[in-house]
Structure formats: structure tokens, C-alpha cells
């Protein structure tokens, strides 16, 4: 299994705090990458990062932004929390030179915003 | 606009017959396409994947079918075995070398013993 964890595994918060999840990997892998799996939706691209500082926004980023200043890790930050983004945060990445576009995931992290 | 569709929001198969799993897409650039599989409280995990030079792709009981003209593909999985039982994702992207998926809804696979 590709080393990849994520932080928190679960998180209850309020409306309007400020909250950071985080994605660790040991692989070395280029490209990481954050989704929300939500029911009806399956999973949706946040955003992804291709390089350590070079990050680029997906199809549902509006109300998160994200970092990367190591290649082993990944932040994802909800500014001011809505409890429309209450989900489930999956953490993937993935490595070009793998001869392939599998991406490898993380455990997920359960966020409930109140 | 949902891209990539699953349909079918669930299936249910008698252990040890065929699991027949479709995914439809809308845009035609897309060229290489994935199955994940998902348990609960995990993260999806890699299954199977097929590039669009290719009709068919098979990996054990596993065969995933791409059918271009008709922007389809389908998941076969014979024998079905209860641990089948999960979550089913399509995924595709534009091309071989990139890195973005787009994923479909989901089909929960229910495997009866």
C-alpha cells in the first residue's frame, strides 16, 4: 500500500472557523491531490498540486485553498467552515513515471461542520 | 455537468454469477479510463484500467469493455464473491500522461451469498 495519511481521520467543527486538513506521503510522489465524496456526487477534484508550491484548482475549490512547501505534504484549508462542506476529504496521489494515471488514496477524513 | 455517469446507484448479484457494472461519459477526449473499488470508512483503491486504443482490458475475474462509439465502458467481474461487495467508481482523463480524473457517481455492489 502507498504510504499516504491523512489528519485528522474525523473533525466536528462550527460554522465560520477555520479549519486544515492534512495529507502526508512517503512515497515521493509528484502529484497530490484533494477530493470530497459526497452521496450522488461521488468524488469531486478540490484541488491538486503537480510540484512542491505549484498547485492548481479543480472543479469544486471555491471556499478552499490549498499548500504545498513540502513534497510530502499536502494542506487543505476551509477559511470560514459551511456546513455545506461537511464531507468526506480524501487525500490521493500519484507518480507520472508509474507508466499509468492510478492515484493512490489516503483513509479519508470525516469532517462535520455545525 | 456531470461528465462521467453511473446510472445505476446500486446492484445486487447472487455470489458466483456475473457483476455487470456500466459507466457512461460525455466528453470525447477523454482517453484512458480507471475502476476504483471502495470499502467503507477506506479510500478507494485501483482495480482496473483501459486506454482508448484498447476494446478490452481483463486482470484476473476482472475485464473492464470500452466501447468508443458509444461512449460506454463496463466492469465485468466473474465469479462475483460477497467480498466484491463495495463501491464502484469509473474515472477518465484526457490523456495517458494526465494526471486529472474525472470520477463517476458511484454503483454500490451488493454480493449475495
Known amino acids: 500500500d502507498a504510504g499516504i495519511t491523512q489528519s485528522p481521520r474525523h473533525k466536528v467543527t462550527e460554522t465560520g472557523t477555520p479549519v486544515t486538513l492534512r495529507c502526508h506521503q512517503t512515497?515521493?510522489?509528484?502529484?497530490m491531490y484533494w477530493y470530497r465524496q459526497d452521496p450522488g456526487h461521488g468524488l469531486r477534484l478540490i484541488h491538486y498540486?503537480?510540484?512542491?508550491?505549484?498547485?492548481d484548482k479543480g472543479e469544486v475549490s471555491d471556499g478552499y485553498s490549498v499548500s504545498r512547501s513540502k513534497t510530502e505534504d499536502f494542506l487543505l484549508t476551509l477559511e470560514s467552515a459551511t456546513s455545506s462542506q461537511t464531507s468526506v476529504y480524501f487525500c490521493?496521489?500519484?507518480?507520472?513515471?508509474?507508466?499509468?494515471?492510478?492515484?493512490?488514496f489516503g483513509p479519508g477524513t470525516r469532517l462535520t461542520v455545525l | 455537468d456531470q461528465q462521467v455517469k453511473q446510472n445505476s446507484p446500486s446492484l445486487s448479484v447472487q455470489e458466483g454469477r456475473i457483476s455487470i457494472l456500466n459507466c457512461d461519459y460525455t466528453n470525447s477526449m477523454f482517453d484512458y479510463f480507471l475502476w476504483y473499488k471502495k470499502y467503507p470508512a477506506e479510500g478507494p483503491t485501483f482495480l482496473i484500467s483501459?486506454?482508448?486504443?484498447?476494446d478490452k482490458n481483463e486482470d484476473g475475474r476482472f475485464t473492464v469493455f470500452l466501447n468508443k462509439s458509444a461512449k460506454h465502458l463496463s466492469l465485468h467481474i466473474v465469479p462475483s464473491q460477497p467480498g466484491d461487495s463495495a463501491v464502484y467508481f469509473c474515472a477518465a482523463s484526457l490523456d495517458f500522461g494526465n494526471e486529472k480524473l474525472t470520477f463517476g457517481t458511484g454503483t454500490r455492489l451488493t454480493i449475495i451469498p
Open positions: 490521493a496521489i500519484s507518480d507520472q513515471l508509474a507508466g499509468d494515471n492510478e492515484q493512490f
Open positions: 498540486s503537480y510540484g512542491v508550491k505549484d498547485t
Open positions: 512515497e515521493n510522489h509528484r502529484y
Open positions: 483501459i486506454s482508448s486504443i484498447k
